[in-house]
């Protein structure tokens, strides 16, 4: 009965903790209310206002209006109902309004006045027009990057983890091997670029390598000091409880390591980014990196901010993915607020 | 059928300036199976020191550890070792911490009533699927005996497992303790400092002195069970305890020199 209580009473406070970073703002019915006007506003300065420039704009209104239907739901629902969407609308509400202001003023200074000029600053509008007709470009060059980044980056994950792994635990691989991996780690993998494409009998080998370079330093670095920084005192207890050498790696130094992990595993995600735009850039032909640079030499710099605004989206993605790998693994842990 | 013996046993380690101590010096003992042994003594003594010989989890630089005439020269499952903060597995939840011994020697068919009913034992239900840190200070140490007494040991080493706790929750899990022994009768050897606990719990307190750390004497229990911690009887054995450990006047003179 007591103990029901304490429980529940637990669940709330994890609870509580939970939501304290999505709050519920004050005033939270106008700034909803704003958001919503922020966003007509920036549909009727760009009807409304003479434009410099020969703009296509349908995909910009279409743009507009889904986001202008999707703040009203969430404003609806979040003012009528008391659950995620809720909190999230309330603590959202702001920076919507913010996102309207911003989406008006690039449209003014690009596209209206040519304050920023043509062709190196193009407004939003012409950005959405751009991957509406290049979709299909666009997209074979995001899957085709998506799927070189994940292989490169299981490939040198993996190989961080099991060295990392073999020289925090085993002391005579770490007299071996880790001076060679303070030495050759630090090197910049863009340094070995040139070298690679001759190497490599294959531009896709030549990639992975790179980008799998850049992110198993930090990785193999950041898994010796989490197997390192683990209590001697659970060694010593899985000792009297009977493990075996394997289930203590299994079963201590892996889970021990693992923040420490994903910390090395969340540097390296940033550092692969850029080595996967670097390494198309130069030797593919396919990609993202590849399309801008193809986008460059024909001069569409329009085309350049679409791949832009693609790998913002992408990347992003990609990082709360790992955020909520990374939390679901490490769920043991006490939360911090 | 596990009767203990220290023989003999030096213990000597380097300090920080490379000078060799003798944290234990010469300690010889014996304890029969079904004891419960309380060894007791000024932080430095080599209490715990001593307890890691016996686990296996340190060697001796003389002399020998046996159970029934065997030499321990690594840490076994059939001696349970309860730290003092327990050192549970914060990325395990409870159940999975109590069950974690079986599971790594007996594979995935050990016996889940068996963990059931350790947890019902220890006042565990309801917090199966916690995680250590989601649970009290006295909540996480009753785990902590479960885990190493569900695999049935032989003897069980308690180094001081109710030092970080509060005097509540310290009198709630030497009554866990106490019941646990009378149950299985399991050998029990515990380290502590406090001597209320000793008193309580043990049929014989091995008194040690530090520097170097030396069996001072081994004192028979006289309480007879069920004890009392408020009996005269109680307060008797616990002074004569107390004066065997100097904690009489000499002792604040001897430091204020």
């Known amino acids: 009965m007591l103990m029901s209580v304490q429980q529940t009473s637990q669940k709330k406070a994890a609870k509580a903790a939970r939501d304290a970073s999505k709050y519920w703002k004050k005033w939270h019915l106008t700034w909803n209310v704003l958001s919503l006007v922020a966003v007509a506003a920036a549909y009727f300065e760009n009807k409304l206002v003479a434009s410099q420039e020969m703009v296509d704009n349908k995909t910009y209104y279409w743009f507009l209006a889904v986001y202008f239907a999707y703040l009203l739901i969430v404003t609806v629902i979040g003012q009528f109902t008391n659950g995620r969407l809720h909190n999230y609308n309330g603590h959202f509400a702001q920076l919507n309004i913010s996102l309207g202001v911003v989406l008006i003023i690039q449209d003014l200074l690009t596209e209206k006045f040519a304050v920023l000029e043509q062709p190196f600053f193009v407004s939003f509008a012409q950005i959405l027009d751009q991957m509406r007709e290049n979709a299909a470009l666009l997209w074979a060059s995001t899957l085709s990057s998506l799927g070189l980044w994940v292989v490169s980056f299981i490939v040198g994950t993996l190989l961080g983890v099991v060295l990392g792994l073999g020289m925090g635990r085993y002391r005579q691989f770490n007299y071996w091997a880790f001076p060679y991996l303070k030495v050759i780690g630090i090197i910049p993998a863009a340094a070995w670029m040139p070298l690679t494409m001759v190497i490599f009998p294959t531009s896709y080998m030549a990639e992975v390598f790179l980008i799998a370079f850049s992110v198993w330093f930090p990785v193999a670095f950041m898994t010796i000091g989490g197997v390192q920084g683990i209590s001697k005192e659970y060694f010593e207890s899985a000792k009297t409880l009977g493990f075996s050498e394997w289930q203590i790696v299994r079963k201590i130094v892996i889970p021990g390591a693992l923040p420490s992990i994903f910390t090395g595993v969340y540097t390296a995600m940033g550092l692969s980014f850029t080595m996967l735009v670097i390494s198309e850039m130069i030797g593919a032909k396919v990609g993202l990196g590849w399309f801008i640079n193809w986008a460059k030499g024909t001069g569409n710099y329009t085309q350049v901010y679409a791949a832009i605004v693609i790998m913002a989206i992408l990347f992003s993605v990609l990082f709360a993915l790992f955020t909520k790998v990374q939390d679901y693994f490490l769920r043991w842990r006490e939360k911090r607020n | ?257």
Request: a negative charge; proline letters at 5%; one cysteine or more.
């Open chain 2, 1 to 257: 059928m596990g009767v203990l013996e220290v023989d003999h046993v030096n213990r000597r380690l380097q300090d920080n300036n490379g000078q060799e101590i003798n944290v234990l010096d010469d300690i010889n003992f014996t304890v029969n199976p079904g004891e419960f042994v309380a060894i007791i003594g000024p932080s430095g003594c080599g209490k715990t020191t001593l307890l890691r010989l016996i686990s296996g989890l340190d060697q001796p630089e003389d002399g020998q550890v046996t159970i029934d005439g065997d030499r321990i020269t690594k840490p076994d499952y059939s001696r349970g070792y309860v730290f003092q903060h327990g050192s549970l597995f914060p990325w395990e939840t409870i159940e999975e911490n109590i069950s974690v011994g079986l599971k790594v020697t007996k594979g995935h068919n050990y016996d889940k009533e068996l963990v059931k009913h350790y947890i019902d034992l220890m006042g565990l239900t309801g917090f199966e699927n916690s995680y250590p840190h989601q649970v009290s200070g006295g909540m996480a140490q009753r785990a902590a005996l479960a885990r190493s007494i569900i695999m049935k040991p032989e003897i069980l080493l308690l180094d001081e497992p109710m030092g970080a706790l509060d005097a509540f929750t310290r009198a709630d899990i030497q009554n866990v303790i106490y019941r646990v022994w009378e149950q299985t009768h399991t050998t029990m050897i515990l380290v502590t400092h406090d001597i209320d606990e000793a008193v309580y719990l043990s049929n014989r307190i091995v008194v040690m002195t530090p520097r170097p750390g030396r069996i001072k004497e081994i004192v028979e229990n006289p309480l007879p069970h069920p004890r009392s911690r408020v009996s005269e009887e109680f307060a008797a054995f616990r002074h004569e305890i107390q004066e065997k450990l100097n904690f009489g006047l000499e002792d604040v003179q001897e430091a204020s020199r």
